[in-house]
């Protein structure tokens, strides 16, 4: 059940999209969406929503928990498969922001489920609504340095420095980057990992933000190499999250780039790579004007739609 789906404009508009998005996820490493319903007999009395998926019996956080340690072909087989469903959402236009081990559940025969799609986006599509994100306080280990360096400006690189953190997670068994109480001190632990921005990276950023780096006279922003924290990753490994771990979006690895790199030399299957090139349309998640009545009539149609084909499935 959606906590409170609407309750407000926002949480309405959050609950749509979540719904549309999810109805448009179709892959094995991406959890399915089995059906969704509401207990109201009408739209304008929608006050719940329930989602049902498949089951899945644990997410990653347990499954490291449960382990003394996971071994370099775990960690590169469950790498591989989150990047392959990172893969197609970010080619049907989304963006996670949400990615972190409690949300890559695991199946019994140890496939890997990306989950809980409450935080995606559109591709470039900033919202009223998306303030939330900054204050989200659950994601801070593993969000990307781009909520200081660039505030609400996200797209689909944002997820591949937090698959970068859930890799060194697998291997240390907790956070690369630790929990901080604001986001300064979050960015001086994600430069301990990158180093400073250089000077193609200083010129992208807004002045505010240039002069914080251009004022340092200290030694703050040391750059600590990955193999001082990662002593269990073999060195392909550590290449792969080079690619990954970058501070300047732009140079960061795609998910597709990701899936080229010679660590996953072993597991490529150009079949399971294929484009998707299904962009979901954004007009309907980005109406500002939309009241809650709007919301609630778009839910229950979609509702009504997926009943519809169910029924039809079944005949």
């Known amino acids: 059940m959606l906590k409170e789906p609407l309750c407000n404009e926002n949480r309405a508009k959050k609950s749509y999209r979540e719904l549309a998005i999810l ?4 892959h094995p490493n991406i959890i399915r969406l089995l059906d969704a319903y509401t207990t109201a007999c009408d739209a304008r009395s929608m006050k719940d929503l329930y989602f049902v998926f498949d089951f899945l019996p644990q997410n990653l956080d347990g499954f490291i928990r449960d382990k003394v340690k996971l071994e ?24 996670h922001r949400d990615l972190k081990p409690d949300n890559i559940g695991i199946t019994e025969d140890l496939r890997v489920k990306i989950i809980d799609f409450g935080l995606s986006r559109l591709n470039s599509n900033y919202d009223d609504d998306d303030t939330a994100f900054t204050e989200y306080p659950f994601t801070k280990c593993f969000r990307a340095p ?29 956070s690369l980057i630790k929990q901080q109480k604001n986001q300064l001190d979050e960015l001086k ?5 990158t180093g ?15 002069a914080y ?19 269990d990753a073999s060195a392909l490994s550590l290449s792969m999250l080079d690619g990954l771990l970058v501070l300047d979006p732009d140079r960061r690895f795609s998910a597709k780039k990701a899936l080229e ?7 490529l299957d150009n079949n399971a790579n294929e484009s998707t090139n299904r962009i979901i349309p954004d007009a309907s998640f980005s ?4 009241t809650i009545e709007d919301w609630q009539n778009r839910i229950w149609d979609t509702i009504t739609v997926i009943r519809e084909i169910d029924l039809n499935n079944h005949i």
Request: aromatic content about 16%; glycine content about 4%; charged content about 20%.
């Open 23 to 26: 109805l448009h996820m179709s």
């Open 72 to 95: 370099e072909e775990i960690v590169k087989t469950f790498t591989y498969q989150m990047l392959c469903g990172l893969r197609f959402i970010h080619e049907a236009g989304v963006v």
């Open 146 to 174: 781009e909520t200081f360096l660039f505030p609400g400006a996200y797209n689909t690189q944002f997820d591949l420095w937090s698959v970068g953190c859930i890799v060194a997670f697998m291997y240390l068994g907790y």
């Open 189 to 193: 632990e994600q430069l301990k990992i």
């Open 196 to 210: 400073s921005p250089d000077a193609i990276l200083l010129a992208k950023l807004s002045p505010n933000i240039r």
């Open 213 to 231: 780096f251009e004022n340092d006279d200290d030694d703050r922003f040391t750059q600590f190499s990955l193999s001082e924290f990662l002593v």
């Open 261 to 267: 790199h010679h660590f996953f030399a072993d597991l």
């Open 287 to 290: 109406d500002r004007n939309a």
